[in-house]
């Protein structure tokens, strides 16, 4: 068995929470980048952790690797040695100029790359055809989904929106949730025309709720709705569907896939279709049907699980294949560390 390590940004995050799901079912470990004081300081972890295989959950640490450690002799033996992973958990990379850059770059370094939808993983197949792009699906917490479902919940709220307004604020995206677009339009038509219905706002920009108290209010709810312009995966559609909540979602992430059949009534374009759903009382009929769709996805995981530990175990994780291929790989730590230093000073040139 092949010994592997995801290194992710700090315990709390999102990239967090689906890292702990991975380790735990590849038997890898876990490292956080806020943990250490430095990238000099991970990166001493990292190849101490003498790993065959090391996934960046969170891009940036790997970036940062590079940039402030890459001119080293130990940053050029991590590349050597073990098989090196980049996961792309969003579309950040195939919007934002900045990140579409570096993203370019570093595939010069990789040995592969993970994604989180069939969408993405068309996506960056054509953008870089070259780089073997693994689809590694995500999904909630086991033991939180199963400790709510668990509980004697009553369904009193009858739409609950979850994200954060202010996602993509810093890479110059402009309501990438939908929060001003759609989600408080919708607010605002059915406390006119429904004035009795009742809808729950969880807005992370804003306050962060426990996540077993989110799940709890996603229980409460009849439906949810996600009206963002991309997704990596949507989390919070995957927890809606395992607790019995009607998701209503723009046609991102994983949403097709895991809808199946329902696609066609709940993946909706914008917020009035949404409220017309909403209204038809859709959810009575087919509630528990989304518990089964969950269980369908979650057999997707499990297969997305075996297929990269395979990859790992059999394509990349024999050491003489890493020998072989060790030239080329110091070859490649050069070309990323150069052209990240150019490629930082005259963005920093630009912007002076």
């Known amino acids: 068995m092949t010994r592997g390590l995801i290194v992710a940004d700090s ?21 956080f980048a806020s943990d250490f004081p430095s990238p000099r300081r991970l990166l001493d972890a990292i ?14 640490a790997l970036f940062d690797l590079a940039r402030l450690c890459g001119n080293s002799q130990q940053f050029a033996n991590f590349l050597e040695q073990a098989v090196v992973g980049l996961s792309i958990p969003d579309h950040l990379g195939l919007s934002n100029t900045e990140v579409a850059e570096i993203e370019a770059l570093a595939m010069t370094s990789v040995d592969f790359v993970t994604v989180t939808s069939p969408m993405l993983e068309s996506l960056y197949t054509a953008r870089f055809p070259r780089t073997p792009i693994l689809m590694l699906l995500d999904m909630p ?28 604020k810093r890479q110059g995206m402009s309501d990438h949730k939908g ?27 804003k306050s962060l709720l426990p996540q077993k108290e989110v799940l709890r209010l996603i229980a409460r709810s009849r439906f949810l709705v996600q009206f963002s312009k991309s997704e990596g995966t949507g989390l919070p559609l995957l927890e809606a569907m395992a607790l019995r909540t ?12 895991a809808l199946e059949e329902f696609a066609d009534d709940l993946v909706v374009e ?3 279709q949404a409220k017309r759903v909403i209204r038809s009382n859709l959810d009575a009929q087919i509630s528990m049907a989304m518990v089964h769709k969950y269980s369908q996805h979650v057999i997707r995981v499990k297969n997305s699980l075996e297929q990269f530990r395979y990859m790992m175990e059999f394509q990349f994780g024999t050491k003489e294949q890493r020998q072989n291929t060790m030239p080329l790989a110091r070859f490649r730590a050069r070309v990323f560390i150069s052209f990240i230093w150019i490629f930082r000073h005259l963005r920093a040139k630009f912007k002076s």
Request: aromatic content about 8%; charged content about 20%.
């Open 246 to 257: 009607v998701p209503l979602t723009t046609d991102v992430g994983i949403a097709t896939m």
């Open 270 to 272: 914008d917020y009035l």
């Open 11 to 31: 315990r709390t995050s999102a990239i967090a929470s689906s890292s702990y799901g991975w380790a735990n079912n590849l038997d890898a470990s876990t490292l």
């Open 47 to 60: 190849s101490n952790a003498n790993a065959s295989w090391v996934l960046f959950s969170w891009r940036e």
């Open 179 to 205: 929060y001003q677009s759609h989600v408080l339009p919708l607010v605002k038509i059915l406390g006119e025309e429904e004035p009795s219905m009742k809808v729950m706002i969880v807005d992370r920009s």
């Open 141 to 168: 917490s086991d033991s939180s989904i199963a400790e709510v479902s668990d509980e004697r919940i009553t369904k009193d709220i009858d739409v609950i929106w979850i994200g954060n307004s202010h996602w993509g």
